[in-house]
């Protein structure tokens, strides 16, 4: 059992519980995924920690002793950012702050920050992380 972190298009966040990844692009492709609190069948999984359960907790057969470059790994992160992140460039420390001290809408940001603001963040106690930007060989 897989358990997503869900959003409709209108902001509200809920949980789905799955068999599978292909059970949920099936039931989401057909729009059988619903908001609890608004009906919208316009649903997105979000970032969160993935839970699987189950009997058999290993990693499916398909995907044991399959390697990945540590550069494949970060495009493939760079593209899921891309699509679920919206990029408020040099205002992040700004944005990031507003958002955790509850004055805008809590929602998955990206952008650039000096070392001060960094340090300022870290001083609020605000959570982000630094992903090094993708470079692509020529």
């Known amino acids: 059992m897989i358990i997503y972190d869900l ?10 519980w799955f068999k599978d990844r292909e059970t949920w692009i099936l039931q989401n492709s057909q729009q059988l995924v619903s908001c609890p609190v608004c009906n919208s069948t316009h649903i997105d999984i979000i ?42 460039g040099d205002k992040f420390a700004e944005i990031a702050l507003k958002i955790h001290y509850g004055d805008e809408e809590k929602r998955n940001i990206k952008g650039t920050t000096t070392r001060q603001e960094e340090e ?18 020529s």
């Open 47 to 88: 970032p969160s920690s993935l839970t699987i359960m189950g009997k058999d907790s290993r990693v499916e057969k398909k995907y044991q002793n399959k390697e990945v470059s540590p550069a494949s790994a970060l495009k493939t992160l760079h593209q899921y950012i891309d699509k679920n992140f919206e990029d408020v």
């Open 7 to 16: 959003k409709c298009e209108k902001g509200h966040s809920f949980e789905g």
């Open 120 to 137: 300022n963040l870290k001083e609020e106690g605000v959570q982000f992380i630094k992903i090094p930007v993708l470079k692509m060989d």
